[in-house]
């Protein structure tokens, strides 16, 4: 019955910045993990940043260095700060969040005009 909704995707320019959230319809109980993953077109899903509920986090080498993981103390949002972005991060970007039951978003689609 939880449900993850994805929001603040859309176009911006090489170089901009954009700040994707994801909120839980209702409370999530012993969240182990949240994080972001993306699918550009025509490739794998692949991993973008993870934060455990420690607070360890996790990126991809990709965008480290320029995409910042973090989560409300409740842990049940999750926010992904992407600076400096390039054309090679457009992509549908999901959220998750891992329990013993693991929940995904829909997808908020990015895209980085050159």
């Known amino acids: 019955q939880v449900q993850l909704v994805e929001s603040g995707g859309g176009l911006v320019q090489t170089g901009g910045s954009l700040r994707l959230s994801c909120a839980a319809s209702k409370s999530i109980f012993s969240v182990v993990a949240m994080g972001w993953y993306r699918q550009a077109p025509g490739k794998q899903l692949e991993l973008v940043a993870t934060?455990?509920?420690?607070?360890?986090?996790n990126y991809a080498d990709s965008v480290k260095g320029r995409f910042t993981i973090s989560r409300d103390a409740a842990e049940n949002t999750v926010y992904l700060q992407m600076n400096s972005l390039k054309p090679e991060d457009t992509a549908v970007y999901y959220c998750n969040t891992r329990t013993p039951k693991e929940y995904w978003g829909k997808g908020t689609l990015v895209t980085v005009a050159s």
């Open positions: 934060i455990t509920s420690g607070g360890t986090t």
